[in-house]
């Protein structure tokens, strides 16, 4: 779905040049909407065989949708329910190798077969909102991924 462009190195290599390319695009911006625009640009071309991928920002009613590459996703998810609402009550990364047998899944697109939600945390340790990225492969993320993926995050929440 994404025209994804080629890093080199190892996947740890690629993540810490994506993760170098994110921070020279936010370094002197402080509007968190921009920001999100741009990480979820970037990683929509850096990552491959993925479907979707965007942020929630949380508000009084719970994650509302914020600024995501892909197809119409869902407006708003309950705090608790879901893989991004899980990860938002538990402030972790939630990674799902196969959203069926995710109880409570929420499916947004139907090619989803795999997620990893990765939450949004100030410096406080509250929660901002949450990272999501859809694969329409199973078992696409692994610990590289939550790994250089929180990384990412937390370059978008520094001192908020």
């Given amino acids: 779905m994404f025209h994804t462009t080629a890093y080199e190195g190892t996947r740890e290599q690629q993540y810490e040049t994506v993760t170098r390319q994110l921070q020279a695009l936010i370094e002197d911006e402080p509007s968190l909407i921009a920001n999100l625009a741009n990480a979820s640009a970037l ?5 491959t065989e993925i479907n979707w991928v ?10 509302v949708l ?10 708003r998810i309950p705090v608790g329910r879901g893989v991004c609402g899980t990860a ?3 402030k972790e990364t939630v ?3 196969d959203v069926h047998a995710f109880p409570g899944h929420i499916a947004c697109d139907a090619a989803s077969r795999s997620e990893i939600v ?3 945390l100030a410096e406080d340790g509250s929660l901002i909102g949450v990272l999501d990225i859809d694969s329409p492969v199973t078992d696409r993320f692994d610990e590289t991924d939550r790994v250089h993926l929180e990384r990412f995050a937390a370059l978008l929440t520094a001192g908020r």
């Fill in 95 to 97: 990674v799902v190798p």
């Fill in 43 to 47: 990683l929509g071309q850096f990552l």
């Fill in 118 to 120: 990765v939450p949004l």
């Fill in 88 to 90: 938002a009550e538990r």
């Fill in 66 to 75: 914020g600024p995501f590459q892909g197809l119409p996703a869902c407006v």
């Fill in 54 to 63: 965007g942020f929630y920002l949380l508000d009084d009613k719970g994650l």
